[in-house]
């Protein structure tokens, strides 16, 4: 999971966190659209589609899941309501990380976990 964790941290450095500057950045286009069934968000080729009808925190963990797989991995990806795919999936585990580490770097994990220690990396 090195190289997902690697990898956010570059983009993190690089653009940060705001999904839809770095969607743009990236050259993705992010589209919120009325998906139904349990389909939730969709990423193929230069797209990610989410459903818009998601609370905010759950379609930005979405969209930096579906960063990870077009950073990291070829092909298309979905994800489905009650996570029907298998967590077992090396891919669905390192996109999953990649997604906690890009929102929740580590320097900013450090300052709400120890608060009162300044700019010193805790282990």
Do not use: W
């Amino acid at each position: 999971m090195r190289t997902a964790i690697d990898r956010a941290n570059e983009i993190y450095s690089k653009h940060g966190n705001h999904l839809h500057k770095l969607c743009s950045s990236l050259g993705l286009m992010l589209i919120e659209e009325d998906l139904g069934g349990r389909l939730k968000e969709v990423y193929f080729g230069d797209s990610i589609v989410i459903r818009k009808d998601l609370a905010y925190p759950e379609k930005r963990e979405l969209v930096a899941h579906a960063i990870g797989h077009h950073l990291m991995h070829s092909g298309n990806h979905l994800s489905m309501q009650k996570r029907v795919y298998s967590f077992g999936n090396y891919h669905e585990r390192q996109a999953n990380v990649f997604a906690a580490c890009l929102l929740m770097p580590e320097e900013k994990l450090q300052e709400e976990l120890y608060p009162d220690i300044p700019n010193e990396k805790v282990s």
